[in-house]
């Protein structure tokens, strides 16, 4: 009698926890009590003591709950990664490491699931093959004769290698069409997040923490502080990082609006589109401007509609116009800065910089070892001349670090995420993961045309929203029945 009890109350309670997955009356009753024990932890120790507290009601059953739920914890990586840098002006505490000890958490879960459920199909992609490889050639950058600091190399290998993990842990978590469509929704949701703060920022103002941190930095008052007012970052710490989220997130909704999806949902990325592109415009990045048409020709040359290729050279020839015009207004007048390229005295000096360093990425064919320049060139190796070396540029700081090797070697691994992104796109049938894939491959394109002028991918939370794009590309396919041009991948 009592094994009977016990057995329908450990079913019960699996029923809630793993299937309901707590969406149910328990959930509610759960999240009150941990609502009301937080209060009084509060009120009683103080916020200190009580976001310790918060961690260890709610952080740790997170973490053991991501740990065999992937899709969970790729949410909770994502918050994180979008709130990492605002919570770095209000705490020293180590949140950026806590998101790599959560990853870690995820992939030995992964590696536990994997040996029962035996879905590797994915890592026969073109696209797997070659973050492998990638992943690989940076951990043998530890070995470099050339580099100068090991500890360089710790650093810089986290975001440049292993936070790319984060791909094959979607691609194990993406497991039904839903889990891809509810993630980009997420995905554009924490977008709005953003945007909403950084608008809050340009008309109410920065909280008293971010104008002291602001002014904590003479170099970071100059970067901030241009065209006679203040450039917004939202919950980044840069207007470049922040302007680009906003600049392909807008395009992906405008694509994702252009779909079969019911009249409220189009209205309402339309919306979004619109409020991302005003947020873009009060960061003062130019090439975040630049992009933006960037990912309207894409989607036109992709779309091969008459309609849309006559209104995209409508749209060319007003945006032509309006570049043209003459202002006083400083907003006006930086977008117009941006496709100005002859003019502008800061591509001039990257130039010139590129040409500098081109001697120097001849003779260092597997470079001069990762993290040899920016941040942590200054802070591991201050007497190189690498460590002020002005690299502005994602591809270039390769080509630096890791030679015309890694620099080729990246190369390839884009060209070939972009080409399988091309190839699903044209040979899937349903409309719906079509759209998807629309959606999907114009943020990445123009990630990629942004790496030239700009570091970008590396950065929080863009990686993450990059891999996990690769993953949805990579899986899309599988989940619509007409695309029988290769063996799917699912098992």
């Excluded at 719906?432 to 123009?446: A, D, F, G, R, T």
Aim: aromatic fraction near 14%.
């Amino acid at each position: 009698m009592l094994a009977k009890i016990k057995n329908g109350i450990s079913s019960w309670f699996q029923a809630r926890f793993f299937i309901e997955k707590l969406n149910n009356p328990l959930g509610f009753v759960i999240c009150l009590l941990v609502g009301l024990a937080m209060a009084f932890i509060i009120s009683k120790l103080g916020l200190t003591l009580g976001a310790i507290a918060f961690v260890a009601l709610v952080g740790i059953p997170c973490v053991f709950i991501a740990m065999f739920n992937p899709h969970l914890g790729l949410g909770i990586m994502l918050c994180i990664g979008f709130v990492v840098h605002l919570l770095s002006k209000y705490t020293t505490a180590p949140v950026g490491t806590s998101m790599d000890g959560l990853m870690m958490v995820m992939l030995f879960g992964m590696l536990v699931m994997q040996s029962r459920n035996k879905r590797v199909g994915y890592a026969r992609s073109p696209i797997s093959v070659w973050v492998m490889i990638w992943v690989i050639y940076n951990l043998i950058q530890g070995l470099n004769p050339w580099a100068q600091s090991i500890m360089a190399w710790v650093y810089t290998v986290r975001t440049m290698a292993l936070l790319i993990m984060v791909y094959f842990i979607a691609c194990f978590a993406f497991d039904s069409l839903e889990k891809i469509k509810s993630m980009i929704w997420f995905i554009v949701a924490l977008l709005m997040v953003s945007c909403f703060y950084g608008l809050k920022q340009e008309y109410i103002g920065f909280s008293a923490t971010e104008e002291a941190w602001i002014y904590a930095d003479e170099l970071r008052v100059q970067l901030l502080f241009q065209w006679t007012r203040m450039r917004i970052f939202s919950l980044t710490n840069d207007p470049t990082t922040f302007g680009i989220m906003m600049a392909f997130g807008g395009v992906q909704c405008f694509a994702m609006a252009m779909g079969e999806r019911p009249i409220w949902q189009k209205v309402l990325l339309f919306l979004c589109c619109g409020l991302m592109f005003l947020a873009m415009a009060y960061t003062g990045t130019r090439t975040a401007y630049a992009l933006v048409p960037v990912g309207m020709l894409m989607f036109a040359g992709l779309m091969l509609s008459r309609n849309i290729v006559i209104g995209a050279i409508g749209s060319l020839l007003v945006g032509i116009a309006f570049v043209s015009m003459s202002t006083s207004n400083p907003i006006i007048f930086r977008i117009q800065s941006a496709f100005s390229v002859s003019k502008d005295e800061s591509m001039q000096v990257r130039y010139e910089n590129q040409k500098i360093i081109q001697p120097f990425i001849h003779e260092h064919p597997i470079g001069a070892g990762m993290g040899s320049t920016g941040v942590w060139g200054k802070r591991f190796t201050p007497d190189s001349w690498l460590a002020d070396f002005p690299h502005d540029s994602g591809f270039v700081r390769i080509a630096v670090e890791q030679g015309w090797i890694g620099l080729i070697l990246y190369m390839i691994m884009l060209f070939v995420v972009l080409r399988t992104a091309t190839y699903y796109y044209v040979r899937v049938r349903d409309p719906i993961i079509k759209n998807l894939y629309l959606s999907l491959y114009l943020p990445l394109i123009m990630l990629v045309t942004a790496s030239y002028p700009q570091e970008i991918i590396v950065h929080l939370p863009i990686s993450l929203i990059f891999y996990i794009y690769l993953a949805a590309i990579v899986k899309l396919k599988d989940f619509d029945p007409n695309f029988q041009d290769e063996p799917k991948l699912i098992n």
